[in-house]
């Protein structure tokens, strides 16, 4: 399959915000990226084009079904001044995983990841310069054809989205406290946990409201049938290291395959220290807890990368982790991975991707 | 509360299709009502505008994470010449309930009939004429603002668009061939499956997908807990009649509470037949019909009103139900429910509510 991508430049850039402004997902850059599918054509018609909204019938399926498959990645600059990607390819493949899942017809996952590029060439300039900033990438599949009936789509939009954002942590990483949600549930094996798509997201909310109110910043998500084994935390996977083993729950089929997960696995396989991917009860942890084996907690994801949980609230006993502190894993494997991600040191082969660079007029 | 509502008539009326062609949900009619909300003004400006399409910035919340509820009923036209709405009232407290659960702020749903009625008294020559047809009625909440965090979006629109509609079945009802899920889950206690929300039509899609190559035209969901016991069938209720009684999975939180469902339970209950809600499990169906005991089975919904089932595939093992007939039972509510929604008998009190007629110049 070849493909020849348009470029229409965007004639009035924006002014860019200055990087202690940036928060999370509150700017988007001049352009993005469109591919559209027909049953009958494909996917076809990419495109570069200025960012601007877009127009769908109110009867356009995302509205009513939620057919949608999202990403999330970032680009960051190196002190060095080169452009990077962090694993692009997974998030491409797991893209497809969810378009699978969703009833959505796969995308060439190496013609998105070249449409990617080709998009940050263009909007380059976005990629703010500060310490821990980064631009973060959403690519994201939407069903646009206008019909109610409840079948899967025959049109679709897949879209790049780019946003400058700031350090997740305004002064260094800090632990975050968690309420272990009772009742709601995120997902089931055999629903669509595994798959990022929006319903997962939506199903969330109220939870996290609640959680909010009660003073908490996230949920910790049980499983939905015994309510009992840990599932992610917020949108993040979970990590607990209990006794010198770090133990993170295994993909059941409700968990989505973070890829901040498996980068923390497989550095933690280069450091030598044990780990698990096993059902982990809350009453295992809280366990450890009471014996004293406890040792640290962490959710990781892409838009924290790691974030120390300093307290969970489990059925109102206050699990106090690290005396709410950063624990030394969590600040080691966070110092590691952002040092890669920003081309400090040399992470295992493929990791980063190098973006090329327009020659200034 | 009180809202003015502004008209702005189409300019170009469509022409309507012939109604052997409707179909369902594939036409869309002249105008459309539109409802905004924001955090500082809440839900303001209701406007009954021509249908158009609607412009959204790619990173509003709908396209990524799912937060939105909708609705579905129908107007019909009686042979008297009355335009109907059947139960409208509860449709707007059920859209309130999914709101809750989707931490979308609650509309008024008083003043939500109103915009309706006054919608229908707009686009009143959309119902169609011929036997069994029905203009299809979708209210839905869609959440707009722009922001790519996970929360509840500070600005929606609520929109009411109209659709004409065929008979569900072109020659009198007939029953259907359904596909009991092994695998995938629809919902379970603790998530959305109570809300008519999007995100649980998007998980839906293919285990319907993988029922239709095998030649099902929809599935039975399972519970997600245990896989055991009967939850919905497709997008609908469904009811089973074993020996005299009529047994329908009671409301378990993971269950819609469809608005026919009630209605056919209240009709039960006029015609003296005993009715028991609560959990069923697929063993004790299967015994029955080795027993010779289960009379009937069928689907409720907006859609078909009354769809009987004629088959369920059971690992692989065949149900038949009535020989792949229409029941007797089936036959009579679907009888019974069409011609109180109609106007051609008299339900009970509330069920039906007559839409004011403008004169015509």
């Known amino acids: 399959m070849t493909y020849s991508i348009s470029i229409e430049q965007s004639k009035q850039l924006k002014t860019k915000p200055a990087d202690e402004t ?13 591919l559209d599918y027909t049953a009958e054509q494909g996917w076809h018609s990419p495109r ?45 493949k797991r893209l497809n995983i969810s378009n699978a899942r969703l009833s959505i017809p796969a995308l060439d996952e190496q013609f998105a990841l070249e449409a990617l590029i080709k998009l940050l060439e263009v909007d380059q300039d976005w990629i703010p310069h500060s310490e821990g900033t980064s631009l973060y990438i959403r690519p994201f599949v939407i069903a646009t054809e206008s019909a109610l009936g409840v079948a899967p789509s025959l049109e679709y939009k897949f879209m790049i989205i780019l946003s400058p954002v700031g350090s997740y942590y305004a002064e260094g990483i800090h632990p975050v406290k968690i309420y272990v949600e009772p009742g709601y549930v995120r997902a089931v094996t055999g629903g669509v946990g595994n798959a990022k798509t929006a319903g997962n997201y939506a199903a969330g909310l109220k939870a996290q409201e609640e959680a909010t109110e009660k003073g908490y910043s996230q ?23 209990i006794n010198g083993t770090v133990i993170t729950p295994v993909l059941n089929g409700s968990i989505l395959e973070g890829i901040t997960r498996s980068s923390i696995l497989e550095l933690l ?15 295992e942890v809280y366990q450890a807890y009471q014996d004293g084996t406890l040792e640290e907690a962490f959710g990781t994801g892409t838009a924290a990368v790691i974030s120390p ?53």
């Not at 949920?219 to 979970?238: A, P, Q, R, T, Y």
């Not at 894993?329 to 992470?347: D, F, K, M, N, V």
């Open 309 to 361: 949980i300093g307290e969970l609230n489990w059925r109102d006993e206050k699990i106090i982790i690290q005396e709410g502190r950063t624990g030394e894993l969590a600040a080691t494997l966070y110092h590691t991975l952002t040092s890669i991600q920003h081309g400090r040191i040399e992470g295992p082969a493929g990791w980063v991707v190098e973006i090329p660079q327009l020659k200034k007029a």
């Open 219 to 241: 949920v910790l998500w049980l499983d939905g049938v015994h309510k009992k084994f840990i599932e992610e935390v917020g949108s993040m996977n979970v990590f607990f290291k």
């Open 48 to 92: 570069i084009i200025p960012y601007q909204p877009i127009s769908l019938d109110p009867a356009a399926k995302i509205f009513h079904y939620g057919q949608s498959v999202f990403e999330g990645l970032k680009a960051y600059r190196a002190e060095d001044g080169r452009l990077l990607l962090f694993r692009p390819d997974r998030n491409f």
């Open 22 to 34: 940036l928060g999370f997902g509150k700017y988007y850059t001049d352009h993005m990226f469109i």
């Open 269 to 283: 396989e280069h450091m030598n220290i044990p780990v698990e991917q096993r059902q982990l009860s809350m009453e």
